[in-house]
């Protein structure tokens, strides 16, 4: 059977939900992975995004 | 069973009292997508999970809210501990002082007492899981919004951290949903 | 320079400890057959206990119900509670 965890269940499914499930590759050291709030990179997902911050903190500058 | 681990999942620091920043933040305590319906909800959902390995998934991440849920508390009563009477009132919690004076509640950010009807376990894996699913992003965003609304950057950073793991324990679920889905298709087949 | 990490600092490195097993839990329920993973976790388990025996040393039991060796007074009821440190500001 091709269905299953690591492949997209595929047309004959429909009306159901998946998921891409994860694969572990690498993982933060624990220190990095406290402040991230995991230890696995490609689940960190910012918010505000990054360049948010940057432009945030640009306009701060300029008021000063 | 449960035993209790002396030390917050993650350290919490105030800048200094702000009940008006706690009377929000109290809603991922006591309402409806916050941590204790977290907790609840998959601790009670686990008892009719089809394998076991998704009666783990839901045992750790119902275990792992409850810590999250003490670091929501952590955070309102650092926000309140040292609130004198006149930022309480000026923050609108004059109602919620007369009812509690600075401790823990189960309320909302608009101070509706916790309800049982945040939660459902409806028994089947699949609505379960979904239910879980849709839970995690509620929090997500909710921690967003309180994001938008913070004013002081330690808790700031506590909210960011604690979205994060929203963002996981979404993958979790999702991933014990394919799981589930899998297996319960192969045991049609007879 | 006393050669015992601060407190703050050693319950840090403990909460690290912690939740990259927590972390590594987590995944292990959903990918039950990685054995990097179940090494890792492993890994982790054994520096937390170590972490912690140094800790409770120190400050006393960290975990109630006998999971935590109780020591020669009964340290388990003594403040700070987790809360409390949250609220102490430099």
Redesign the interface.
Known sequence: ?T???NNP?GTGHLA???????E?IT?FN??E??C?????PE??????TYQLLLRTAAKEAQKE | MWIYDKKLQ?PVRVSGPNPRLAKSVITQYGGPDGELAASLRYLTQRYTMPTGRSIATLTDIGTEELAHMEIVAALVYGLLVDAPISEIKAAGLDGYYADHDKALYFVSAEGVPWTAAYIQSKGDPITDL?EN?AAEQKARSTY?YL?NLSDDPEVTNVL??????E??H??R???T???V??YL??RKVF | MNGFPDREQLL??I???S??AV??NL?LD??PW?T??LA?YNQ?SAALAQTRALYEQLYGPMLNFGMSCGGDSWRWVEEPWPWQISTRRA
């Open positions: 059977m269905t299953g965890f269940l159901m939900a998946f998921v891409c499930p994860q572990y993982r624990p220190d992975g406290l991230q709030g995991t230890i696995f689940l960190v997902s910012p918010y505000p | 993650f979904h699913m967003e994001i960011r951290w604690l979205r994060e793991r963002i996981v979404f993958q679920f999702g991933e949903l394919n799981h889905q899998e298709s192969a | 840090w490195r909460q690290a400890l939740f990259t972390d590594l995944y959903t990918h990685d990097r993973a890792d982790i």
